[in-house]
């Protein structure tokens, strides 16, 4: 691993992860089963300290351990990082109540968070999102208690004196990791109709809300999506994160700290699959010599060593420049994701190209790569979608004289 701006501890710390993950986490990844939570596996990563670190950590010590952990058990490393995602928002907006009640849970490994911002119509278009939070009248502060205040997971539905503020989710949410499995949702809902991006909120909502029922999506990757069905689910105004109608704020802070790590996660399989086509053209006989003594073998492996460098660069300069407080964080994750992400598919696919047939075998690296590489060029912003945002803060940057 290059140095970077990195410390020799960062670095030693990198190298331990790499090897807690084949011996620890992946034994645990392969006796999980594709397409659900493997809790076991979250459990470990809760005992190992690694979940509580993604809330005291910064981005830079975040896409290390996603650029460590993917490189030997991308299973370890989405589990950790939709932790992150789906918690985040309850860790920098959540009330002290809904901190104590469910941050302890998803840092040891007991409680499973999700993210739920996608919609079958509003996936690159986030701010389109049309899963409604109708308001309902306030209750009465003489109201005695319903039978949903005393479930164990759900939100506190407290009256005060003019009634809470409350609402009903009506609609769907789509393409959620760890849905329908999870403990607790992130939910982003319209609260004022017509409003674009200004007029949705976050919801902390427990898995066991009344009309919140959930379906699993079997798709190409491993890890676990689902859809979530919304049929007039309760929420009050101890359920929201941040402010109300500010909720695409906490989406966007959100993604803006998780982007980089994404390529991070890239960076990672791409060095997995690089490492792998090194051996195999190594000692591969082919030709009356190695695989590697062919000059368009051994420059197109050149070729994939320079593009995973350059995107690790990139990724490690955008974890630096959020924890730095720069004013140039959207463009520089965007710029971080997009590189990565596009170079890990390039990476993959030309070391499964390097192999040969015995790559597409179920259970081979590659093939378990190909799969799991697709998926970060779409979700939390497709590559197209970051190109919009790089060329937006280009003219903003432009029209400002800087």
């Known amino acids: 691993m290059p140095a970077f701006s990195l410390e020799p501890e960062q670095i030693a710390w990198c190298g331990e992860l790499r090897a807690v993950a084949a011996e620890r986490l992946r034994p645990l990844a392969e006796k999980g089963e594709e397409g659900h939570v493997n809790r076991p596996l979250v459990a470990e990563l809760g005992r190992l300290g690694l979940l509580e670190r993604l809330f005291t950590s910064g981005a830079l010590d975040l896409c290390l351990m996603r650029e460590s952990l993917a490189y030997g058990c991308t299973e370890a490393e989405t589990a950790l990082a939709l932790q992150g995602l789906g918690a985040h928002p309850v860790h920098a907006h959540g009330t002290p109540a809904q901190r104590e009640r469910w941050l302890p849970g998803v840092t040891d490994g007991t409680a499973v968070a999700a993210f739920a911002l996608s919609e079958p119509g509003a996936g690159s278009d986030a701010a389109a999102l049309t899963l409604r939070a109708a308001p309902e009248a306030p209750l009465p502060s003489t109201e005695p208690t319903t039978p949903l205040d005393a479930r164990p997971s759900a939100a506190p539905l407290t009256?005060?004196?003019?009634?809470?503020?409350?609402?009903?989710?009506?609609?769907?949410?789509?393409?959620?990791?760890?849905?329908?499995?999870?403990?607790?949702?992130?939910?982003?809902?319209?609260?004022?109709?017509?409003?674009?991006?200004?007029?949705?909120?976050?919801?902390?909502?427990?898995?066991?809300?009344?009309?919140?029922?959930?379906?699993?999506?079997?798709?190409?990757?491993?890890?676990?999506?689902?859809?979530?069905?919304?049929?007039?689910?309760?929420?009050?105004?101890?359920?929201?994160?941040?402010?109300?109608?500010?909720?695409?704020?906490?989406?966007?802070?959100?993604?803006?700290?998780?982007?980089?790590?994404?390529?991070?996660?890239?960076?990672?399989?791409?060095?997995?699959?690089?490492?792998?086509?090194?051996?195999?053209?190594?000692?591969?006989?082919?030709?009356?010599?190695?695989?590697?003594?062919?000059?368009?073998?051994?420059?197109?492996?050149?070729?994939?060593?320079?593009?995973?460098?350059?995107?690790?660069?990139?990724?490690?300069?955008?974890?630096?420049?959020?924890?730095?407080?720069?004013?140039?964080?959207?463009?520089?994750?965007?710029?971080?994701?997009?590189?990565?992400?596009?170079?890990?598919?390039?990476?993959?696919?030309?070391?499964v190209q390097l192999h040969g047939a015995r790559a597409l075998r179920r259970g081979h690296l590659l093939e378990h790569l190909y799969r799991e590489v697709r998926a970060p060029r779409i979700y939390e912003g497709a590559s197209e979608v970051q190109r919009g945002i790089i060329a937006k803060e280009l003219y903003a940057n432009l029209e400002a004289g800087r």
């Open 159 to 351: 009256a005060t004196p003019d009634g809470p503020a409350r609402w009903r989710l009506t609609g769907e949410k789509c393409w959620i990791s760890n849905a329908p499995e999870a403990d607790f949702y992130t939910v982003f809902a319209r609260t004022t109709p017509g409003a674009g991006a200004r007029g949705v909120t976050a919801f902390l909502v427990p898995a066991d809300r009344p009309g919140l029922t959930g379906t699993p999506l079997d798709m190409l990757s491993p890890h676990p999506i689902g859809a979530l069905g919304f049929d007039a689910v309760p929420v009050t105004a101890d359920d929201v994160l941040g402010e109300v109608d500010r909720g695409f704020r906490v989406a966007m802070g959100t993604l803006n700290l998780f982007r980089p790590s994404v390529g991070a996660f890239a960076v990672g399989m791409a060095q997995a699959a690089l490492d792998a086509t090194l051996a195999h053209t190594a000692q591969r006989d082919a030709f009356g010599g190695k695989l590697k003594d062919l000059q368009a073998v051994a420059h197109q492996v050149a070729e994939l060593a320079l593009r995973t460098d350059a995107a690790r660069l990139m990724v490690y300069a955008a974890a630096t420049a959020y924890d730095e407080g720069a004013s140039d964080v959207p463009k520089r994750a965007a710029m971080a994701k997009l590189l990565a992400t596009e170079t890990a598919q390039q990476v993959v696919d030309a070391a």
